[in-house]
């Protein structure tokens, strides 16, 4: 890019505006007077353990930034595996039929309990191992709302119905279903023996 030559209305104005000022720093004469900034000088750095920490002892862990619940899914699958780990990888990977199903989704919590409840006793009476509870994976509302509502309550609840009793004494383990099954919205229920 070329410089252009000031026109003289230009020039003249531009005299006009540095008859009237002042230089902000009149020590300095042009730019040979501005110094650089020196860099500054790395030192190395050593570590040293503050008086109150003995060397050898595992400091406390700090708090997490969140106290958030775990996902259901997460949940689930962190918990132990109380049966056969050879079975449980078959019905991991859907190799095992169900006996038996139970579909819960569109019921409200009051009417899909007792619902469960009788359904995971009769079968256990029948002598059935395995059976699956389809609760849905939750529908997606287009109101929130002010309060937050969880998606899926049938889902989030299901699992904590099933570690209380009376399930509980007759469940085995608990497991989120093939997907040919009905993935994230369903459980596969390995019951125990019948005595």
Known sequence: MTRRRLRPDEVELWHKVTENTHALHPE???HEAVMPRPKP????HVYLPPADIEVGVKPFSAPSGHDLVPSIAERV????VTMDRKTFGKLKRGKMLPEGKIDLHGLT???AHPRLTSFILRAHAD??????VITGKGRQSDD???IPVRKGILRHQVPQWLSTPPLAQVVLQ???AHLKHGGGGAYYIYLRRHR
């Open 109 to 111: 919590m009051d009417r």
């Open 174 to 176: 608990i497991a989120e």
């Open 127 to 132: 002598g059935k191992r395995l059976v699956l």
């Open 77 to 80: 699958a962190r918990a132990p």
């Open 144 to 146: 929130e709302g002010p």
């Open 41 to 44: 000088i790395k030192k190395p």
């Open 28 to 30: 300095r004469k042009g």
